[in-house]
């Protein structure tokens, strides 16, 4: 089996299709050159309203300071890795969970109270949308889980979780916060 290295493939059609729009120059066939410097300098990505059921691979880009992917099909959204984003549009997904750890300061983000079919959240302690978060507990089942992490750093430690944490968050866990 050949080992491809700098290069992600993209499974979604409608994602990579937006992709292309943005770094035509950056593909070769379905795979994206993550090492590209139109993908790691990439600032802002608006792929609202594309039919999109998935964003895997956003990680990889680096810079990323604005996502707008509203009315689309997210179910899942992991953003911690992007720890440049600050400002996020989700409104009209069916978000299930969303991992908001790389999101250390907002200049905007999208009503969490909207997100009904949340039921799994992760933040960033420094993120300022935590009262929000825990209204939106008071209104439905989920799960908050609150993470710390130097500014620079994609080391998360679970702070504080009124729930008990998955497999895979951090093992060391404080709760006398």
């Keep these: 089996m050949r080992r491809i290295l700098y290069w992600q493939k993209y499974p979604?059609?409608?994602?990579r299709d937006c992709l292309r729009s943005f770094i035509p120059n950056?593909?070769?066939?379905?795979?994206?050159n993550i090492r590209?410097?139109?993908v790691t300098?990439?600032?802002?990505?608006?792929?609202a309203a594309k039919g999109i059921k998935s964003?895997?691979?956003i990680r990889f880009f680096d810079a990323l300071e604005k996502l707008d992917c509203k009315d689309n099909k997210l179910t899942v959204l992991n953003l911690s890795d992007n720890i440049y984003l600050s400002?996020?549009?989700?409104?009209?997904n069916p978000l299930a969970q969303l991992d908001m750890r790389g999101m250390r300061y907002t200049v905007y983000l999208s009503d969490l109270s909207l997100l009904r079919s949340l039921k799994e959240l992760k933040l960033h302690s420094k993120l300022r949308e935590i009262p929000a978060a825990n209204a939106l507990k008071k209104k439905q089942p989920i799960k908050i889980s609150v993470y710390?992490?130097?500014?620079?750093?994609k080391d998360y430690t679970?702070?504080?979780?009124?729930?008990v944490p998955s497999a895979v968050d951090n093992k060391y866990r404080n709760n006398s916060r």
């Design 158 to 163: 679970l702070i504080n979780s009124s729930d």
């Design 26 to 32: 950056a593909f070769v066939g379905d795979f994206l």
């Design 12 to 15: 979604i059609l409608a994602f």
């Design 55 to 57: 964003l895997e691979g």
């Design 87 to 92: 400002d996020v549009r989700l409104e009209n």
């Design 148 to 153: 710390g992490a130097l500014y620079n750093s």
């Design 41 to 47: 300098a990439l600032k802002e990505l608006n792929v």
């Design 36 to 38: 590209h410097a139109n």
